[in-house]
């Protein structure tokens, strides 16, 4: 029997000795090209059923690579699992210098890998409540870095590095200052319309403005400022210093004698406390200028009125506890940002990683403090 | 014997904003052999190699790739010149979440239509050919520099290019991972065929792998010299070249 066929530029000629013996005539290029079409067309050939020996005839192979000898490596492999013999002839000059050069007499064996063991439940849960426990340290104790950080610069406030504190401010603040108006201003329009509905049909359009001062002020200003800037800013920090992490600045910083935490750390938290609060004041304005328009073009109220309204709502302690809230989430979104920086090891996809992981632990964190803001405040206020 | 010109570079000019760095410089480079680039830091050697493989587009010149100029050509050839060509770059650039085997398998499973078990074979082929065999499961931050470099050469070689260029392949490297990479390279070459373009300044390699070396220098924006870099030690006419490759202090 005779099977032949012709692709591109090789040729494969079998034929049947005595008995299961078989050889195979390869001619032309044995290539990246032609390794794929070979070893599907050789499976299929001897699939049904596999020869006691054979013999690859190499004497018309004008060029041989790897992926050649990837197809030689196949058929030794098929017929390893058939208990047959496999054998080489012909094979000269370059070709020769190839199969030695890739030691092929001992392939596929040489190339087998140590398979990693699949780890067990027990061995993936004792890693993961290790992983939490150190996880937990550190958080600690970069925490306390942090608190000494702040005290050091509290004693010794020259060493607080002023440029980069300034242009934090800068990028934290002025930057995300038309995106939380925006947000604002939306979020007040929306709250005074959506209110608007149920307290027309009681005749105290007036206390939109109520409504809408007090939401703000006290709760949704601080948060929705706080969940932009975690957003913004939060992720920043933790994409800048994981980044300077893995390129070893981090590293640098520290043998040059400087404090890591205190360098890139404090002029971060200490700028996003500053900024944070005035934001939530801008953020406050813009939320009562939504009100204040839906209030003057649909509810048919003057726009001194509303404004009086506002006023006669609100207290100072109102604004004052809106303002400490937000202090206190600015410094959980620098903290948890720099950390998840600081975590950072490996390569550019673990910056993604404590990208993410820094916006969702702030956003976290930020509800879980006003909880606790609001429990508090129900038995002390 | 009139050797095949693979790479041609006619009147290139390469320029950093306003600054040229190459000024109208053309160079063949001859199937099968071993080109080195060599120069002085800021000669520009880094920004040649960059305008070969098509990263930067010159403002004026040409760069003929197998005959293809790629600095003209629409995106479906250049694609087919850049299955031509594997690099390896200065810092490896391995894809970090992935292991080493799956940075040699991306570009077969993506170019070949081999089985999934036979890319498997292969890669691990492939590893073995660099001395990496048994880390297919290790991440690139798991190894060491010189094993980053090698899996980098794995990969760039993983279709068998016609055509290797080198960024400063032994940057960062010790003497023996050094010598090792060399030994490779000329393996490569002398086996495969496979012509090599090299970025370096490094001396020992130099002498060990070229051919031929083109040296550029900053002041010329151009080539100086260009040779067998055994007879430009000796016999250059320019005393800078001699001086480059004695390793001595210039003195202007």
Known sequence: ?381 | MKQHVIIQVKNLIARFHEHIILDRISFEVYQGEILVIVGESGCGKSTLLKHLIGLYHPPSGQVLIEGEDITTCDEVEFQKVLRKIGVLYQGSALLSSMTLSENVALPIQEYTDLPHDSIDTMVKMKLTLVNLGGYEHYLPSEISGGMKKRAALARAMALNPTILFFDEPSAGLDPLSSAELDNLIITINRNLGTTMVIVTHELHSIFAVAHRVIMLDARAKGIIAEGNPHELRDKSTNPFVRQFFNRQLTHH
């Open chain 1, 1 to 381: 029997m005779r099977t032949s066929k012709t692709v591109p530029s090789y040729h494969c000629v079998v034929s049947k000795g005595e008995g299961e013996r078989i050889t195979l005539h390869v001619e032309g290029r044995m290539d990246v090209t032609t390794a794929a079409p070979m070893i599907s067309e050789l499976r299929l050939l001897l699939k049904n059923s596999p020869p006691l020996s054979l013999t690859v005839d190499l004497e018309r192979v004008t060029y041989l690579d790897d992926f050649g000898v990837l197809v030689l490596v196949e058929l030794k492999q098929i017929l390893s699992r058939g208990n047959g013999n496999f054998y080489l002839t012909n094979a000269q000059g370059k070709v020769r210098e190839i199969l030695d050069l890739l030691k092929f007499p001992t392939l596929p064996e040489s190339v087998a890998t140590i398979r990693k063991v699949p780890s067990t439940i027990f061995v993936r849960l004792g890693e993961g409540t290790i992983g939490v426990i150190s996880d937990m340290k550190y958080l600690i104790s970069f925490l306390g870095a942090v608190c000494l950080a702040l005290f050091f610069i509290l004693f010794h406030p020259k060493s607080l590095r002023g440029e980069d504190t300034l242009s934090a401010m800068q990028r934290t603040g002025v930057d995300a200052l038309p995106i939380v108006g925006l947000i604002s201003f939306l979020l007040g329009l929306i709250m005074a319309f959506m209110s608007s509905v149920q307290l027309k049909q009681f005749g105290t359009n007036i206390l939109v403005a109520s409504l809408v001062a007090l939401a703000m002020v006290r709760e949704l200003g601080p948060i929705m400022t706080a969940i932009i800037v975690a957003g913004r800013s939060g992720s920043a920090f933790a994409a800048e210093i994981g980044t300077m992490k893995i390129s070893e600045e981090v590293d640098a910083l520290f043998t040059m004698g400087f404090d890591p935490t205190r360098f890139l750390v404090v002029p971060k938290i200490i700028a996003t406390m500053i900024v944070v609060p005035l934001l939530t004041l801008f953020s406050n304005m813009f939320a009562i200028s939504g009100g204040l328009i839906v209030g003057v073009l649909m509810l048919d109220l003057t726009a001194n009125a509303y404004l009086a309204q506002t006023l006669h709502t609100l207290t100072l302690s109102d604004l004052l506890w809106g303002f400490f809230k937000s202090g206190v989430f600015a410094f959980l979104i620098a903290w948890i940002g720099c950390l998840r920086g600081f975590q950072v090891r490996g390569g550019a996809s673990s910056v993604g990683h404590a990208t993410t992981s820094a916006v969702v632990s702030g956003i976290f964190l930020i509800i879980l403090s006003d909880a606790i803001f609001a429990v508090i405040l129900q038995y002390w206020g």
